[in-house]
């Protein structure tokens, strides 16, 4: 009996060890899996005053995917909302988007709440993950990623079914894409 609990008690301990480990790196993971996502969106701020700086105001609204970030660092389904999509608005009106459409070639589809509107010269991220929807930042509360790290394309159709704009990219693109 007493060698049978040693052996049981050992294995016991070794379960302990290894559900440590298995913790601690999910911790890590946690802890370490957010892209530079202040850096991007100064960068893209910084693009787009360039952009709207050379332009001539003769257009209405020209909203399109601006930027892709489609493998969020770690193991996607535990960082959903560092997979996301930035859409801008490059004209110079302000654009009503509700009841519009961003959708990956599965046919995965989010829809734009009635009451948002892309100002002009803005941008908008929409996140895969769940959160609190503002003017900024907009939430597809999806439990499982959207973005094909391998490949795929984002569509953006408007609230009457037009293609607006499409971005699509394949797994040498790195992770990010930026569409414009």
């Not at 991007?40 to 693009?47: A, G, L, N, V, Y």
């Not at 952009?51 to 399109?64: A, D, P, Y």
């Not at 948002?116 to 509360?141: E, M, R």
Request: glycine share 8%.
């Amino acid at each position: 009996m007493s060698v049978k609990r040693r052996a049981s008690s050992i294995e016991y301990l070794f379960l302990i060890a290894v559900s440590l480990v298995i913790v601690l790196y999910v911790i890590h993971q946690l802890t370490v899996t957010t892209s530079d996502y202040t850096t991007t969106m100064r960068d893209i701020s910084s693009e787009l005053t360039k952009e709207l700086t050379n332009q001539s105001c003769n257009e209405g609204s020209k909203v399109v995917i601006y930027y892709v970030h489609y493998d969020a660092r770690g193991w996607d389904p535990l960082n959903l909302n560092d997979e996301y999509v930035i859409i801008a608005n490059l004209g110079c009106r302000d654009q009503g988007l509700g009841g519009w459409k961003l959708m990956d070639k599965k046919g995965h589809t989010y829809v734009f709440p009635s009451w948002f509107v892309l100002k002009a010269g803005k941008t908008v991220t929409v996140h895969t993950g769940s959160g609190t929807d503002t003017y900024t930042d907009l939430y597809w509360g999806r439990k499982w990623p959207v973005w094909n790290n391998r490949g795929d394309t984002a569509y953006l159709y408007d609230s009457k079914g037009n293609l607006v704009d499409s971005c699509s990219w394949t797994r040498k693109d790195g992770g990010a894409i930026n569409c414009h």
